[in-house]
């Protein structure tokens, strides 16, 4: 007899030797593995020595595509992503019954032969020529893993796996060839190995511990000798003996496997007896991809962790290359996502505005001095359903998010302030601040100086708003033409180069525009920008990029680079503290009251946009920062006027009304059992308090003096004009009453 190789099979050179001789014989060898007689008559001409040498000598086998998944901060499951659902296992996590039956059925001859069996060959041949066609194969176990490795080198390209299963004689010396290198290389317990990894069981799943896990939700080592012989069964045909849609086709397949462990003496005729009369059951776990089933809302997170992955070459110079190594997939991905906070996040916006409302809400939390994103999450959920979307209301275009952000309102004059507070501007200067006024002009701008030509007016938000206010009043009070002033006499360049150090851009990546309507907040940002912004101010001045991920681990044990947040100066500590003084005012006493938290300082400031369109509270405490927008989630921009929220009624809609309370249940939830650090705060002398007393008295909504308190509703606070954040002049030049048309999702 040849001799054999530990384990069983030929050397290479003696299946090459036979390869050879056999195509000599008959020249029509592969036929019987896959093509009629007929189909080879030209093997003798195609498959001589010469030819079968020119095919490259080693077999690239790519590492198999596995599942990703993605953690949070605690280590915690967020959600599962994979191209292929397959979790990769070790030969002895394997349940040796589905070893006997997988080779019982597929190969029963696997460790009598080499990578070809001679006499399934010659059988196949001998059934095939009697058929006039492909009646019966003869590929070994062996063969059948050199071909779904092509399979899966192919990838999700239609292009090449079709050329990867085409039936032709070409890949099936092709495969002959590698075939007998991996049974030279790897011997015959890793391709057994190897082909339970690799194979396709049906209902997305690949390789035996995902199809375990999918039909019996049970691991691939615990399978009974029943289960084992049904899983079996199906890689011949998985749509054929699926045992989810067709049970009784697959327990006649199983039965046939069953019986063949039998002939072939793995079982005793009796224990196969005993299975075949055990009825199928499944315990089917449904399938879990992607971020659609991310857990606490964190989909959009997840997301958002996809897409920093998929843009940073830290994972690869070329984005084919970063896609190449996701789809790969086998990462564990640890982020930053707090599940403490991300669960308050979702509570509080489940509380107050409801995934039927016409409007929607988004909410970020951010860490200061890390720029850790803690919590993400928006009323409509992840997906593709009603009042469902994949839009990330709080990010950016590039990131997934909408294609123009949301005009921010009132949100963005704390950054004119720290301009202005940096150029020298005291805390306490005072404006003339009348109720309407034309923007100044000229005013200067890193170019060209703004020119007024059309006559825009700016005005607050009611006739009772008149100056002369300084700047903690005005903050507080969000008074329009203080800041518009203030911006006159500063010049635009200032801010516009501050928002730069804070990382503020426009969602759409365009650069901020150079007019003096910035100050009120006409550009379109996210709530991510403008969480990550403020918690520069709560970092006393050192602006950190926000991050996502604290590290990524291959399926080897490999750990990748992820991106660090860079940290830099983007004021004095001194000015920080000033905004922190002054924001303190506006939740204290001002516009954010019924945001402000009641248990450790806090800060921020509110934003309601021409008609109510959009709505925001963006505050912080020394540890954490938070945006929240409320606005409309679609193309159509719904003004939030006479409008029920949450099932709350509201005839106006303002910053701090509806905003401010998701902001402060969110926080309260996030921050619970955590420190609860000061503010280091500065002095502002208050000015002359008897100066404005006739012009202060207690205002209704509709801004009549009645000499009665505010009802305390839709008016944040006694003694000011509601909201006073309200800003004007979405086109940076007129009057106000027209929003930015292009400024939605």
Known sequence: MPKKRSGGGLTGTQQAAKFVGVAALSGAVLAGIALPAAGALGLAAKGTVEGFDEIPANLKTPPLSQRTTILDAQGGQIATVYSRDRTVV????????????????????????????????????????????????????????????????AGDDPTKVAQATQQTLGRKVRELKYAIQVEEELGKKKILENYLNITFFGQQAYGIESASKRYFSKSAKDLKLEEAALLAGIVQSPSRYDPVNDAEEATKRRNTVLQRMADVRDVSQAAADRAKATPIKLNVSKPKNGCITAVSGAGFFCDYVREVFHADPAFGKTKED????????????????????????????????????????????????????????????????????????????????SAYGFPTGSTFKPFVAAAAIESGIPATKSYPAPYDMPYPSPVQTCDKPWVNSGGDQVENENEAEVGPYRMKEAMAKSVNTYFVQMISEIGICPVTQMAGKLGVVQANGEKLKEVPAISLGTEGMSPLTMANAYATFANRGTYCTPIFLESVKTAQGKNLPVPRSTCSRAMSEETADTINTLLKGVVDSGTGRQAGLTSRDNAGKTGTTDSRHNAWFVGYTPNLAGAVWVGAAGAKQIPMVNITIGGVYHDKVFGGQVPGPIWKDAMSGALAGKPAPGFNTVNIPEPDKDKNKDKDKDRDDDGRDDGKPGDGGDKPWPDISIPPDLIGGGNGHGRGGNDNGGNWP
């Open 322 to 401: 970063r896609a190449k190594i996701w789809n790969q997939g086998g990462l564990k991905i640890r982020t930053t996502l707090d599940p403490q906070a991300q669960e308050s996040v979702q509570a509080s916006i489940k509380n107050h505005v409801y995934q039927s409302d016409k409007i929607a809400t988004a909410v970020t939390l951010v860490e200061p001095g890390t720029g850790k994103v803690l919590g993400m999450g928006q009323s409509r959920p992840y997906g593709f359903g009603t009042n469902e979307t994949v839009i990330n209301f709080s990010a950016d275009k590039n990131r997934g998010g």
């Open 90 to 153: 070790d030969l002895k996590d394997i349940s040796p019954h589905m070893q006997k039956a997988i080779v019982a059925i597929e190969d029963a001859r696997f460790y009598d032969h080499g990578a070809i069996d001679l006499k399934g060959v010659l059988r196949a041949v001998n059934r095939n020529a009697q058929s006039g066609g492909v009646s019966q194969g003869a590929s070994t176990l062996t063969q059948q893993y050199v071909k779904n490795v092509f399979v899966e080198e």
